[in-house]
Nanobody
Framework: QVQLVESGGGSVQAGGSLRLSCAVS????????MGWFRQAPGKEREGVAT????????TYADSVKGRFTIYRDSAKQTLSLQMNSLKTEDAAMYYC???????????????WGEGTQVTVSS
Protein backbone atom coordinates (compact mmCIF):
# COMPACT_ATOMS: atom_id res chain seq x y z
CA GLN A 1 0.00 0.00 0.00
CA VAL A 2 0.97 3.65 -0.35
CA GLN A 3 0.63 6.76 1.78
CA LEU A 4 -0.24 10.03 0.11
CA VAL A 5 0.31 13.59 1.33
CA GLU A 6 -0.86 16.57 -0.71
CA SER A 7 0.54 20.08 -0.64
CA GLY A 8 0.45 23.25 -2.68
CA GLY A 9 -3.10 24.39 -2.17
CA GLY A 10 -3.93 28.00 -1.46
CA SER A 11 -5.84 31.04 -2.58
CA VAL A 12 -5.60 32.52 -6.04
CA GLN A 13 -7.56 34.91 -8.20
CA ALA A 14 -9.47 33.67 -11.20
CA GLY A 15 -7.12 33.30 -14.14
CA GLY A 16 -4.20 32.45 -11.91
CA SER A 17 -2.23 29.24 -11.48
CA LEU A 18 -1.42 26.77 -8.74
CA ARG A 19 0.63 23.61 -8.63
CA LEU A 20 -0.39 20.80 -6.35
CA SER A 21 1.98 18.07 -5.28
CA CYS A 22 1.47 14.66 -3.75
CA ALA A 23 4.28 12.90 -1.93
CA VAL A 24 4.00 9.14 -2.20
CA SER A 25 5.57 6.71 0.25
CA UNK A 26 5.29 3.04 1.01
CA UNK A 27 5.00 0.71 -1.94
CA UNK A 28 6.62 1.19 -5.34
CA UNK A 29 4.31 3.83 -6.73
CA UNK A 30 5.39 3.22 -10.30
CA UNK A 31 3.02 0.24 -10.26
CA UNK A 32 0.01 2.39 -9.37
CA UNK A 33 -2.43 4.36 -11.41
CA MET A 34 -2.45 7.84 -9.84
CA GLY A 35 -5.17 10.44 -9.88
CA TRP A 36 -6.41 13.79 -8.65
CA PHE A 37 -9.93 14.32 -7.42
CA ARG A 38 -11.79 17.27 -5.97
CA GLN A 39 -14.81 17.95 -3.86
CA ALA A 40 -16.52 21.28 -3.42
CA PRO A 41 -18.88 21.97 -0.52
CA GLY A 42 -22.27 20.42 -1.13
CA LYS A 43 -21.08 18.54 -4.20
CA GLU A 44 -19.97 15.01 -4.87
CA ARG A 45 -16.33 14.18 -5.29
CA GLU A 46 -15.30 14.20 -8.94
CA GLY A 47 -12.33 12.92 -10.86
CA VAL A 48 -10.02 15.56 -12.27
CA ALA A 49 -7.18 13.64 -13.93
CA THR A 50 -5.43 10.29 -13.95
CA UNK A 51 -2.04 9.13 -15.16
CA UNK A 52 -1.25 5.50 -15.82
CA UNK A 53 1.55 3.32 -14.58
CA UNK A 54 3.68 2.55 -17.57
CA UNK A 55 3.24 4.98 -20.40
CA UNK A 56 2.21 8.00 -18.35
CA UNK A 57 -0.87 8.50 -20.43
CA UNK A 58 -3.09 11.10 -18.88
CA THR A 59 -6.84 11.52 -18.95
CA TYR A 60 -8.78 14.58 -17.84
CA ALA A 61 -12.26 15.58 -16.91
CA ASP A 62 -13.80 17.72 -19.64
CA SER A 63 -14.04 20.64 -17.24
CA VAL A 64 -10.25 20.91 -16.89
CA LYS A 65 -8.96 19.84 -20.29
CA GLY A 66 -6.48 22.30 -21.70
CA ARG A 67 -6.00 24.01 -18.33
CA PHE A 68 -4.70 21.31 -16.00
CA THR A 69 -1.74 18.98 -16.46
CA ILE A 70 -1.02 15.89 -14.40
CA TYR A 71 2.45 14.42 -14.27
CA ARG A 72 4.44 12.04 -12.17
CA ASP A 73 8.07 11.81 -11.18
CA SER A 74 8.80 8.19 -10.39
CA ALA A 75 12.33 8.90 -9.19
CA LYS A 76 11.04 11.37 -6.60
CA GLN A 77 7.82 9.44 -5.96
CA THR A 78 5.71 12.52 -6.47
CA LEU A 79 2.56 13.33 -8.38
CA SER A 80 1.77 16.86 -9.48
CA LEU A 81 -1.13 18.80 -10.89
CA GLN A 82 -0.41 22.06 -12.67
CA MET A 83 -3.56 24.17 -12.75
CA ASN A 84 -3.69 27.16 -15.05
CA SER A 85 -6.45 29.60 -15.95
CA LEU A 86 -8.25 28.79 -12.74
CA LYS A 87 -11.94 29.51 -12.49
CA THR A 88 -14.07 30.08 -9.43
CA GLU A 89 -15.72 26.73 -10.07
CA ASP A 90 -12.34 25.01 -9.61
CA ALA A 91 -12.40 25.88 -5.92
CA ALA A 92 -12.51 22.66 -3.90
CA MET A 93 -10.60 20.29 -1.69
CA TYR A 94 -8.21 18.41 -3.94
CA TYR A 95 -7.21 14.84 -3.21
CA CYS A 96 -4.43 12.63 -4.48
CA UNK A 97 -5.38 8.99 -4.96
CA UNK A 98 -3.89 5.70 -6.12
CA UNK A 99 -4.98 2.27 -7.22
CA UNK A 100 -3.19 -0.84 -8.39
CA UNK A 101 -5.29 -1.14 -11.51
CA UNK A 102 -5.34 0.20 -15.00
CA UNK A 103 -6.35 3.81 -15.38
CA UNK A 104 -9.49 3.06 -17.34
CA UNK A 105 -11.76 5.19 -15.19
CA UNK A 106 -12.03 7.38 -12.12
CA UNK A 107 -13.47 4.45 -10.21
CA UNK A 108 -11.99 2.05 -7.67
CA UNK A 109 -9.23 4.23 -6.23
CA UNK A 110 -8.23 2.66 -2.97
CA UNK A 111 -5.66 4.96 -1.39
CA TRP A 112 -6.33 8.59 -0.58
CA GLY A 113 -4.58 11.58 0.88
CA GLU A 114 -6.11 14.04 3.32
CA GLY A 115 -6.53 16.75 0.72
CA THR A 116 -5.34 20.28 0.09
CA GLN A 117 -7.67 23.25 -0.22
CA VAL A 118 -7.84 25.40 -3.34
CA THR A 119 -9.71 28.70 -3.20
CA VAL A 120 -10.33 30.79 -6.31
CA SER A 121 -11.68 34.30 -5.97
CA SER A 122 -13.30 36.34 -8.70
Amino acid sequence: QVQLVESGGGSVQAGGSLRLSCAVSGDDYSTYCMGWFRQAPGKEREGVATIDRFFERATYADSVKGRFTIYRDSAKQTLSLQMNSLKTEDAAMYYCAAKRRVCSSFNDFRYWGEGTQVTVSS
